[in-house]
């Protein structure tokens, strides 16, 4: 992974419609993707995935803010910035009228492949993409999934610097979805990567650094081993043959507090900055009451994503209530 | 680019029987009219080869032809030019378009030559029939080239409108309903013009077939070529503006 930094984004701001009271759908956003890295993009439905993706793709004007691809702002050359760009939208754009083969020559032309790479192009991005059996079939005959591949096929055909893909894995079986994320780890050897899902399992089976987006608003920005970090907490499972004694647990050095769960099994709070397992271990067998299973709660991904997104709207919910408040008693 | 444009939106129009049952109803419809005028000419030729300085086989069997053949094209060029933009726009292809390194001008152009080519191919048969009349005759080239290049002009015209159309909305139909009516409007707009004297003359002007008469008789006026020219260089350029308008704020 090099330092040179693919996708800058700054103060990204998009308006739908033209009141300007209107509550932007995309607000403020900064981010930077650097070369070879994978960025999950997170968020509920309508929170300004898809709109930011358009505009990094140069399918949407930005009304404020600026967007520089591999060194090129896309507003000032949208041509040259654009070549550096494959996108998958939400839809695949295809042409259901055209054999495979016909429209990813197509789409190598439309981004200026040479004509003695073309071959090789659409040869590669086939292959990549496990569609080399299908080339002379119509795209309208082709199940969903093998669909989807061709839309990947479509973004990565010119080798661009950055790919971005809107839900790439909506439709897929098991399977494909394992072929597919197996193809952006691939990909992001020498492109940058950004993908957009409200499937977190994929986020942390293919992402470098993941972005949750709530509201139009960047909400948390942080690496994979930071999310799972997160989803620590300072608690610890343990479940014995034998009826534990909390007392001598409580004595441990760092316990906080004991809660029985059921007759075998408590859960062990404890202070984030001591890991009392081993003592734990050491006092289940000195006691001789059995260790079956001794592990760290963990929270979900579900559970932060939900946290976050919820607390940002309780929070804004509050401000609107005092708010209102102020107005009732200005009033 | 262009070209590469071009040779997509054509090859789509083959692939769909549409493009085929059009080229074979427009070749029916305008061998039955020249058939008609044949037989005409047949009639009154005792007449005319009476009379001093009689129309010619060119003014009594071309003339109408290309004449009748323009208004059955003006039915059909907007079902041509309805899925240009409106179909891409409604199947979400237009981002594969949007996101290649190519401007909106070259869409656009690429989407006009495209369609225009498949006019000019509709053409060629129109073009051709009055041809055979050579083997039994003599006709007026003359007359022939300047009706031909009106006929080219006029089509060109139909098409930058339709596409005009098509990139305003999202619904094919809409697109070739609002097209035709269009066109229909732009073509008798001459009737207006001839029965009131206020603002006749700009009436007149704007119509399409004003223009489309002179060269039907012969007439090679710069005003008329400029006219379509101008016509069809603001549909085009209204066109892109309205391509980029959708990445905008709206």
Redesign the interface.
Known sequence: MTNDILIKVEELT?????QTGSRPAVDNINFEVRRGEVLGFLGPNGAGKSTTM?MI?????P?HGRITINGIDILDQ???A??D???L?E?P??????TVD?YLQ??A????ISRDKQTNAIGTAKERCGLSDVGKRLIANLSKGYQQRVGIA?AIIHSPAVVVLDEPTVGLDPIQIREIRHLIRELSNEHSVILSTHILPEVQATCDRVQIINQGRLVLSDTISGLIQRMQTSSLRLRTKNRTDNNILLAIEGVVDVSVIDENCVQIKHKPEINPAAAIAKITVEQGWELLELTPDRRSLEEIFVDITTAEQTADEQVEKTGNKKTEAAA | MIFTLAARELRSMFLSPMAWVILAVISGLCAYFFLLYIELYLQLQPRLAAAPNAPGITDVIVVPLFSTTATVLLLVTPLLTMRLISEERRSQTLSLLMSAPISMTEIILGKFLGVFAFVLLMLVPVAVMPLSLLAGGEIDMGLWASGLLGQVLLLASFCSIGLYVSTLTAQPTVAAVATFGLLLLLWVLNLAGSTSNEGSGVLNYLSLLSHYQPLLKGIFSSTDIIYYLLLISSCLVLSVRRLDADRLQH
């Open positions: 998009r308006y739908y419609g033209v358009r793709t140069g399918n949407l004007s009304s949208p041509k040259k654009k070549a760009i494959g996108f939208p839809l754009p295809l042409y259901r009228e055209l016909e197509f789409c032309r439309l981004n200026r479509q």
